[in-house]
């Protein structure tokens, strides 16, 4: 294990620190958790309370987008491991404004299970929470079961648009409703290079041949559907892109919001090199793409690979992606 | 070698194809050369134009930061390698909005010679263009010897004021001043855990051992200082801020801004658990940090490692670094 830590049980309080001495303007704690940190400005008053979390390992998710457009508050779990009932209590009463709180997170059973205890217990206390669960991973199950499927890079559109949506002062249902559709319409596929390691477990994850990459790994390396030799990026780039584009399936004639995800090792390079094959494979399907963001959105620390997420537009989902954001990981206003 | 391309010999090319469908808006190329591209709006008629170029294998460093409030043009060479001098001519050209241009790059032998030829041709054709050579890398040379050091991730700086103050209709003179004395201020140091593989050699380009890492290693694989065991985060850390800080030196009640850059396969976590260390050794030297910036900044495609670049801060740079930007990989505005 060759990583840049000091005690491998330190690596999560050490990031959360470094980040809060980096950005003491974005971020700060909320009290009663030392894994619960808020919008520096929290509660906004009147507006929905966006609230996330899960485990950590996956910069910028999640503590990257918390900030004004995007997120209120966050629960950080250990590497790779869901955060307490009480972690993601403690956000959600710094950032109830009044309007409710909405939890909006990735499918992963401890997550779900800590944070209904948690929405159980704030709806108690008196501040109304729902759940948007983000079930993106198109390779974890299949479309009929699609309440099963794992939450993976495609987080990000709907972080985006909700976030953007409370902005508008929407009621805590109509934030939820849009992000639920952003969740429903949104497709990503993943492809694995290389393992991670977890600090405190000292020792790759998996094991791959110096050869093969993994179709479909999850982001704590979760087993895929097909391994192969590592095969050309333009070959790698269609595959993916036939998955994504046949799950849900996007019609020709539609737009899309494209994110190019490396998960952590890989270069930008490499990303740019498989979205020149994405961007032309999504035009022979008469795909427009609206807006294209390529770079590390979601990641497995040292993971090589990258996944690929469409989100079919409309006219709200285009207004609210452009909408201004501020976070230490985006930064984001309109142009022309 | 495991990397998501097609032909190593057309990783360039890709790259930038993919470059250019992905941010159709911001970026075209220029007439004349492949290896040209330009800001989609070029030239800005009265501003000063600023040009970039080296070798690839360095991004964001140098295409995503071209843009409003950034650069307007940049040349591009093949991996670690110069640009040719007809490429920067082209995008002198069209980033000449009658106001001369500055060429700002890193110090290396192949770029000074190249870009030297396109500024000579193009004064020639009527453009005056100025050179500003970044030398932040403390490191490569001892401070007497400073105009032999080479450019690293410091030049995110230069790049950051330069773009501000030429957008502020400044003469070519008085954006190279203040370009300069920004160098000047600037000091960096990395520290390399992992080698890179350039695709057309296939192989990596130094050896490093499995516990050991390397000081003041360039972001190419130039020799460092010193080769070590892997050390815990904090004592990489205080090393790096030692050598920096002693370097110009930065003295006790002065203002700084930090990068902490990752220079490709290294986790977010670990440079905000080395950020974590910096700021306490800044705040130890009675060193206040006016504003951090964290992430992906200049890389060595997948080499693990870092870097700490210190920039010394009075008004009038405080206030170019806030300037808002639009570039691919940089969004910025001013906050309150």
């Given at each position: ?11 999560v309080e050490?990031?959360i ?12 704690r909320?009290?009663?958790s030392p894994r619960a940190l ?15 979390g ?21 629960s950080v779990g ?5 955060p307490g009932?009480e972690d993601?209590?403690a ?246």
């Amino acid at each position: 294990m060759k990583k840049l830590i000091n005690d491998p049980y330190q690596v999560v309080e050490e990031t959360i620190s470094g980040i809060l001495k980096a950005y003491p303007y974005h971020l700060r704690r909320a009290k009663g958790s030392p894994r619960a940190l808020v919008r520096s400005d929290a509660p906004v008053k009147g507006k929905v309370g966006i609230c996330t979390g899960g485990g950590s390992g996956h910069l910028p998710v999640f503590l990257g987008y918390v900030g004004p457009g995007l997120l209120d508050g966050v629960s950080v779990g250990n590497v790779f491991s869901s955060p307490g009932a009480e972690d993601m209590l403690a956000a959600t009463r710094e950032v109830s404004g009044g309007a409710g709180v909405l939890y909006l997170f990735g499918n992963y059973g401890g997550d779900v299970m800590n944070f209904e205890m948690a929405a159980e217990t704030a709806s108690a206390e008196g501040i109304p929470v729902k759940m948007s669960v983000v079930t993106d991973d198109v390779a974890s199950s299949p479309r009929p079961e699609r309440y099963r499927r794992r939450g993976i890079a495609g987080i990000f559109f709907a972080y985006k648009i909700a976030g953007a949506k409370a902005d508008t002062m929407a009621s805590l249902a109509e934030v939820k409703n849009v992000t639920d559709r952003v969740i429903e319409q949104t497709c990503t596929i993943g492809v694995a290079l290389s393992p991670c390691t977890i600090p405190a477990v000292g020792k790759p994850n998996f094991t791959i041949g110096e050869d093969e990459m993994e179709l479909g790994m999850g982001i704590h390396g979760e087993p895929g559907i097909i391994r192969t030799r590592l095969q050309r990026a333009d070959d790698v780039a269609e595959v993916m892109s036939d998955r994504v584009i046949q799950d849900l399936p996007f019609k020709s004639g539609e737009e899309v919001a494209v994110l190019v995800n490396g998960l952590g090792a890989t270069p930008a390079e490499e990303l740019f090199i498989l979205y020149n094959k994405f961007h032309d494979v999504l035009n022979d399907h008469g795909l427009r793409t609206y807006r294209v963001f390529v770079g590390e959105y979601a990641t497995s620390m040292e993971m090589a690979g990258a996944s690929l997420s469409l989100l079919k537009l409309n006219e709200e989902f285009k207004s609210l992606l452009d909408a201004p954001a501020f976070s230490p990981f985006l930064m984001q206003w309109r142009h022309s």
